[in-house]
């Protein structure tokens, strides 16, 4: 391998690595208020692409060429499903509320569901929905414990949504994105072997 080469090798590597790396943090944005869960999946969009790119330039004969985008899924995936209770168990302190108001959700696309506005101490909690479904909507006047962000970083859960296997998806995530990288690069590359050099038939019957 040439030195060129070798240093073409290392930024691709660097690309793959920056790829996974954004996946991962975008995993954590679903558990965000506002526009931030949108704004993940383009960008996880976006390092499925590059990482993909990379993998191209860093293994051109591999079959496996999908495998660089859907580690860079997966790698999102588990951190999106795990990211948000792991925040909370590490940040996040549990808060009696008190239900102030009952709000109805009409559209034309969807059925009309309910939330809860509630009020944790000082801080206000807008329309809240019940992670066990409608069925578990509260009145006005009742309370519920929920797992508040001292950082206020990501969105309050209720202390049944954290649970000790979500969190280790995160750990999970972060190992297979520094081991698919570590193979990418450590694994040998493919080469066509020689030719075998054909026979002269006439040497046969010498």
Same mark, same amino acid.
Request: aromatic share 8%; proline share 6%; charged share 15%.
């Given at each position: %391998?040439?030195?060129?080469?070798?240093?073409? $090798?290392?930024? &691709?590597?660097?690309?793959?690595?920056?790829?996974?790396?954004?996946? &991962?943090?975008?995993? &954590?944005?679903?558990?965000?208020?506002? %526009?931030? /869960?949108?704004?993940?999946? #383009?960008?996880?969009?976006?390092?499925?692409?590059?990482?993909?790119?990379?993998?191209? =330039?860093?293994? #051109? =004969?591999?079959?496996?060429?999908?495998?660089? /985008?859907?580690?860079?899924?997966?790698?999102?995936?588990?951190?999106?499903?795990?990211?948000?209770?792991?925040?909370?168990?590490?940040?996040?302190?549990?808060?009696?509320?008190? !239900?102030?108001? !009952?709000?109805?959700?009409?559209?034309?696309?969807?059925?009309?569901?309910?939330?809860?506005?509630?009020?944790?101490?000082?801080?206000?909690?807008?329309?809240?929905? #019940?992670?066990?479904?409608?069925?578990?909507?509260?009145?006005?006047?009742?309370?519920?414990?929920?797992?508040?962000?001292?950082?206020?970083?990501?969105?309050?859960?209720?202390?049944?949504?954290?649970?000790?296997? $979500?969190?280790?998806?995160?750990?999970?995530?972060?190992?297979?994105?520094?081991?698919?990288?570590?193979?990418?690069?450590?694994? $040998? $590359?493919?080469? #066509?072997?020689? /030719?075998?050099?054909?026979?002269?038939?006439? =040497?046969?019957?010498?």
């Amino acid at each position: %391998m040439t030195t060129t080469e070798a240093a073409s $090798r290392r930024r &691709f590597a660097v690309v793959l690595g920056l790829a996974l790396t954004v996946g &991962f943090v975008s995993g &954590f944005l679903t558990g965000m208020p506002g %526009m931030a /869960p949108l704004i993940a999946v #383009p960008v996880v969009v976006v390092c499925a692409f590059a990482a993909g790119f990379a993998m191209l =330039k860093l293994r #051109p =004969k591999s079959t496996g060429l999908l495998a660089a /985008p859907l580690a860079v899924l997966a790698v999102a995936g588990l951190c999106a499903f795990g990211g948000h209770s792991l925040w909370l168990t590490t940040f996040g302190d549990v808060s009696s509320c008190e !239900v102030v108001s !009952v709000n109805k959700h009409t559209s034309s696309k969807s059925p009309t569901s309910y939330s809860n506005d509630l009020l944790c101490g000082s801080q206000r909690i807008p329309s809240h929905f #019940p992670s066990g479904g409608q069925d578990e909507l509260r009145r006005t006047g009742d309370r519920v414990d929920l797992v508040l962000d001292r950082t206020g970083v990501v969105r309050v859960l209720e202390p049944a949504e954290l649970a000790w296997w $979500r969190n280790a998806l995160v750990p999970i995530a972060a190992v297979v994105g520094v081991a698919f990288v570590l193979v990418v690069l450590k694994r $040998r $590359r493919w080469k #066509p072997s020689a /030719p075998v050099a054909r026979r002269e038939l006439g =040497k046969d019957f010498l």
